[in-house]
């Protein structure tokens, strides 16, 4: 996959500040406080800032967390992990491999058949309906 790569300002002139924030600067929003968090209608969720398909509706599922929650990425590949050491603690950060937006974390405590929870700021998503 060819990686899209943009100067810091075409980020900016393309995104709103909160995008922009969390996931050019792996930022994070207020849990419950995203708009796609309560979103239970059927269709694909997309990078904000490269439109890649990232999730379906399928997958969503409620963790009470207060982001987006899902327990598959849609395409193999789509999504690339990578180990993240910040506010003391050691995580597993989702970026979009497309475009490296930051997009939130996955965890090993998701439902069956993965076993996984990839938590997602809902201003990193793109939601289109089906």
């Not at 930022?27 to 209608?41: C, D, I, M, N, Q």
């Not at 509706?57 to 992990?81: H, L, M, N």
Request: include cysteine; charged fraction near 30%; glycine fraction near 8%.
């Amino acid at each position: 996959m060819k990686k899209i790569r943009k100067t810091e300002t075409e980020w900016k002139l393309q995104l709103s500040p909160e995008a922009y924030r969390i996931t050019r600067q792996a930022g994070t929003e207020k849990p419950f406080s995203g708009e796609l968090y309560r979103v239970t209608a059927t269709g694909d969720y997309h990078c904000v800032c490269c439109d890649s398909l990232l999730f379906k509706s399928g997958t969503k599922f409620d963790a009470g967390c207060g982001w987006p929650s899902f327990w598959q990425e849609a395409v193999p590949g789509s999504i690339e992990r990578h180990r993240d050491y910040s506010h003391g603690m050691i995580r597993e950060e989702v970026r979009c491999a497309k475009c490296d937006a930051h997009l939130g974390h996955v965890f090993p405590d998701g439902p069956e058949p993965t076993g996984e929870r990839y938590c997602i700021n809902s201003v990193a998503l793109k939601f289109y309906p089906d």
